[in-house]
């Protein structure tokens, strides 16, 4: 099992940055995939970035150039920085675990982003 806790969210006015942390605890794989995924009010979950151990990442379109994942010195930290920020972005963003030697998703409880106009 793996637990993933998440924190940073908040609410923040268009063009302006917030930083979400997010630290696994339990069995962490030493090949894994972290990643964030938003999701909108009324939409389905979307993954928006991906860092793979070995420092390998992937963004969706949306935020690319916006959003930087990165990793903690202790590797189980993963955190978002999120720049130029518009009220699109408004949603619960939640942090995802998958152990690349088993397709298994862990998911964190979610933090809110409100982004105001």
């Known amino acids: 099992q793996v637990q993933l806790m998440e924190s940073g969210g908040g609410l923040v006015q268009a063009g302006g940055s917030l930083r979400l942390s997010c630290a696994a605890s339990?069995?962490?794989?030493?090949?894994?995939?972290m990643g964030w995924y938003h999701q909108a009010p009324g939409k389905e979950r979307e993954r928006i970035a991906t860092?793979?151990?070995?420092?390998?990442?992937t963004y969706a379109h949306s935020v690319e150039g916006r959003f930087t994942i990165s990793r903690g010195n202790a590797e189980n930290t993963v955190y978002l920085q999120m720049n130029s920020l518009t009220p699109e972005d408004t949603g619960v963003y939640y942090c995802?675990?998958?152990?690349?030697?088993?397709?298994?998703?862990?998911w964190g409880q979610g933090t809110q982003v409100t982004v105001s106009s």
């Open positions: 995802n675990y998958r152990a690349l030697s088993k397709p298994v998703d862990y």
């Open positions: 339990g069995s962490i794989s030493s090949r894994n995939a």
């Open positions: 860092i793979f151990t070995g420092g390998v990442t």
